[in-house]
């Protein structure tokens, strides 16, 4: 598959099957994360694999699609403002280059879900105060493929200055 045909068919899933993750795998593809550009090379992301006593904790009404695998990534504070700021967008970098890697070398899809930023999950997930919960993810071979959602043509984003 080309680069291009990649991007189109990666997906938000929900709908997973049972089928494990292997281990290797995973972190293969969280080392892609890391290649992420990140200004400074604060390196800000972590990651957490949410076993199945911390998963119960959170009460997701979807139960994460029933992912066989969920994750937590967080992003480290700055020194100020802006460095945070720039931190969590070199974390969303590292998520995207991680989905990507996942889903090109084993079909492996992502569900992301917000629900992690809240002072209770945080609470439960014992993320420190200087870190933000970027996204928790359900990880897993999805039961269909489903097409891509369309998005506004990029001409209409683009702007020529003079
Ligand atoms: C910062 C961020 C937060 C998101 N949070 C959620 C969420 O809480 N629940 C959800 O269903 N999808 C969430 N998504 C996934 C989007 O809904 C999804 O990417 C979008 O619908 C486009 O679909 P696609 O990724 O399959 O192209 C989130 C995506 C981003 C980038």
């Known amino acids: 598959m080309s680069f291009i045909d990649l991007i189109k068919t990666r997906r938000n899933t929900k709908s997973f099957k049972p089928d494990p993750i292997s281990m290797d795998q995973l972190y293969e593809w969280l080392e892609a994360g890391t290649l992420a550009p990140n200004h400074r090379m604060t390196e800000p992301w972590e990651v957490l694999i949410v076993g199945d006593e911390t998963r119960q904790k959170l009460n997701h009404k979807t139960n994460f699609h029933q992912a ?9 504070d700055g020194r100020h403002d802006f460095e945070t700021k720039e931190n969590a967008l070199a974390t969303a970098c590292f998520i995207q280059n991680f989905q990507l890697a996942a889903w090109a070398e084993e079909g492996v899809c992502t569900f992301w879900s917000s629900m992690g930023s809240s002072e209770r999950n945080r609470d439960i997930l014992g993320v420190p105060d200087n870190y933000d919960v970027i996204g928790l993810f359900g990880v897993g071979y999805p039961v269909e493929h489903v097409e891509p959602k369309t998005r506004i043509p990029i001409q209409q984003k683009v702007k020529q200055l003079p």
């Open 68 to 76: 066989p695998l969920v994750l937590a990534v967080l992003s480290k």
